[in-house]
């Protein structure tokens, strides 16, 4: 199958990412408004700290912990190389050439991959999740799990990355800073994936690593419960939006 690599590195995602995703997959490419944005990070380009972007070899899943609707000028502030929308829409934000304080240790290394939605983000002393949404007054409700053209789409995102970049790793941000992000939802059905059905490697199971900022926790072992399974036989349904959500809310943005 290598045979055809070359040949796939010269398809433009925009063709690529529907192709492996589904019908609602969408590249929309943001780098240049997000370049020019106040708060894009123009600046981290590669060469910072040393960091040699021609190494590349992972992939770094987030959420957002934000759901700001379709509009993708809404999301140029959020610092990954791409966001994954709950409507399928996959936003280039960075080139990939630069490194962004995205993903503690795995910076240098990594791509870094936002999802939007309100995901479980910390935990009670009980060990009960809690939702980003539920410190917002109510009638925020929750949203408890991605939409299926969010997983297809982020399926296709990591398959592209994949061959475009020859990625071995995917990883979750907590094996580099003990934070809830991804989630189980996400560290299910795109982290696990990508080591089942594409043969990535995650570090293995007890991986965690560190740098001076953060250091990371063990994927806990509920997280491997088929529970958190997104059925992606089902239709997608503008039923699984939430309703409103800050313009404004906490990005998963590490020092
Ligand atoms: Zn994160």
């Known amino acids: 199958m290598f045979t055809i690599l070359p040949s796939l590195l010269s398809i433009h995602p925009a063709y690529l990412l529907p192709r492996y995703g589904n019908s609602h997959t969408r590249y929309v490419d943001r780098r240049d408004p997000v370049t020019s944005h106040p708060v894009g990070k123009k600046n981290n380009k590669s060469g910072v700290n040393n960091c040699d972007r021609s190494n590349i070899d992972a992939v770094t ?33 960075h080139d990939e050439s630069e490194m962004l304080f995205a993903s503690h240790d795995f ?3 990594s ?7 309100n995901y ?10 809690r939702w980003w949404s539920d410190t917002y007054e109510k009638p925020r409700s929750k949203q408890d799990s991605p939409t299926i053209d969010q997983i297809a789409a982020g399926r296709a995102l990591v398959k592209y990355l994949r061959e475009r970049h020859r990625i071995l790793y995917i990883f979750g941000h907590r094996q580099a800073c003990a934070k809830v992000c991804p989630g189980p939802h996400l560290w299910y059905n795109i982290v696990k994936w990508g080591v089942d059905e594409l043969g990535l490697s995650d570090g293995g199971i007890s991986f ?3 740098n001076k900022f953060c250091s990371g926790a063990v994927i806990p072992a509920d997280w491997r419960d088929a529970k958190w399974a997104v059925d992606l036989t089902g239709s997608f349904s503008a039923a699984t939006f939430s309703g409103p959500s800050p313009i404004r809310g906490n990005v998963c943005i590490p020092p």
């Open 111 to 117: 791509i870094a991959v936002e999802f939007e939605g």
């Open 61 to 93: 899943i987030h959420m957002m912990e934000i759901a700001r609707g379709s509009a993708e000028s809404l999301f140029d502030g959020v610092n990954a190389h791409f966001g994954v929308l709950r409507n399928g829409a996959v936003l280039h934000l």
């Open 120 to 129: 479980p983000y910390d935990q009670d002393k009980d060990g009960e999740y």
């Open 107 to 109: 910076n240098c290394r």
């Open 208 to 210: 965690t690593t560190s």
